[in-house]
């Protein structure tokens, strides 16, 4: 097996690894390699998108969910969750707020609630396509049909994201009920992909039983699968969830994942997720510097930030969108980065 730098000198020069490895890389890394890692992921992240770190405004649409996946505090079993919806109307607003303060992407994430008719959706996207003609809106709302997946890029949507958790298998149905599979995860983002989303995916770090076998596999999937965005960021305990008790993923561990990401797919959209600002003060800082180059700040009315709480004190619940983008553009120029407002599409540029 080549060395631990000759092996990130060969994902640098090939974009490819083998299982083994990049299990080996993994398993053995070290604070001094990462350094090394974070300086190449740099590179490529300021060949390709400068200085400029995206910001995408998050709508937290809908806290209900019909999944009862064991890590998620929004789960159905949990009796303790206060449910909540936001209107049309509610949903416009956040948008008219977010456009006013100059983000040019709008995410509307929730949990997969049926409530929201597979009309009701298209009908919102619509009415955010024709009110914002110069945004992307960006879905994230779970498994669906390619058909539903077709109409809703018909109706207007622009970019999906859906995690695929982890890509082994067995380690998958650790982290869910039998109702769910990797398999059908998987073929949902091929589905996405083929109709012509910017696809994300991403993984939970740390989570409960997770090897470096699997992140192996993870890196490879995403290798197979070329999406667009790939958001991955520590596992968090929540307390009403039957992994209350497991540990939390490390920051460090993240990090490294992020840097491998950059260097195995330098165009990639990255973020420097609020798992990661959540576990430590400075965690997006460290994300971007890092690999990462975007991040989410919360569009959601401050009512209800509180209740979309997928893991235990997720940040920036208390304040308001603009000061969450302030409070971002500030962090991002402590460290000599810049917030930016626009589109931010996946950079087509050769390389
Ligand atoms: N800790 C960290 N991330 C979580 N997510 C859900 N629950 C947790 C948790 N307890 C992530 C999942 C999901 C995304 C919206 O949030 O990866 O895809
Ligand atoms: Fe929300 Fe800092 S990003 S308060």
Redesign the pocket.
């Known amino acids: 097996m080549d060395s631990l730098y000759s092996l990130i000198d060969k994902l640098e020069e090939t974009s490819h690894l083998t299982k083994e490895e990049w299990v080996f890389l993994i398993s053995n890394r070290n604070g001094e390699l990462a350094e090394y890692l974070f300086q190449k992921a740099r590179h490529w992240q300021h060949h390709y998108y400068g200085n400029q770190i995206y910001a995408r405004g998050l709508i937290e649409f809908t806290n209900y969910c019909k999944n009862d996946?064991y890590?998620?505090?929004i789960r159905r079993s949990n009796q303790n969750a206060d449910r909540y919806r936001l209107s049309k109307e509610d949903i416009l607003e956040c948008c008219q707020i977010g456009h006013g303060l100059g983000f040019r992407t709008f995410v509307l994430?929730g949990g997969e609630d049926g409530w929201f008719t597979q009309e009701k959706l298209e009908s919102l996207v619509e009415s955010i396509r024709k009110g914002y003609p110069d945004c992307a809106i960006t879905l994230?709302i779970g498994e669906r049909t390619k058909e539903s997946y077709q109409r809703l890029f018909q109706a207007g949507a622009d970019r999906y994201l859906?995690?695929h958790?982890t890509a082994d298998s067995s380690h998958y149905r650790r982290l869910h009920p039998p109702e769910l599979s990797s398999e059908n995860r998987k073929q949902c983002l091929r589905h996405l992909k083929e109709i012509g989303f910017q696809t994300g995916t991403?993984?939970?770090v740390g989570?409960p039983g997770q090897t470096a076998a699997h992140l192996a596999e993870d890196m490879l999937f995403i290798r197979e699968l070329e999406p667009h965005m790939v958001?991955i960021?520590?596992?968090?305990?929540?307390h009403d969830?039957p992994?209350a008790q497991e540990a939390q993923?490390a920051v460090e561990l993240t990090l490294f994942m992020i840097g491998l990401l950059r260097l195995m797919l330098p165009k990639l959209l990255l973020p420097a997720t609020t798992?990661l600002g959540t576990i430590d003060p400075l965690g997006r800082e460290k994300g971007v510097q890092a690999g990462a180059n975007v991040v989410m700040p919360n569009l959601s009315p401050t009512s209800v930030r509180k209740k979309y709480e997928?893991?235990d004190n997720k940040i920036c619940t208390g304040d308001e969108a603009a000061e969450c983008r302030m409070c971002l553009s500030r962090r991002m120029q402590s460290i000599g980065y810049e917030l930016a407002v626009d589109r931010g599409d996946f950079c087509m540029a050769a390389p």
């Open positions: 996946c890590y998620c505090g994430q994230s859906l995690r958790e991403g993984f939970m989570s958001g960021g520590p596992f968090v305990p929540h969830t992994f993923g798992a997928l893991y």
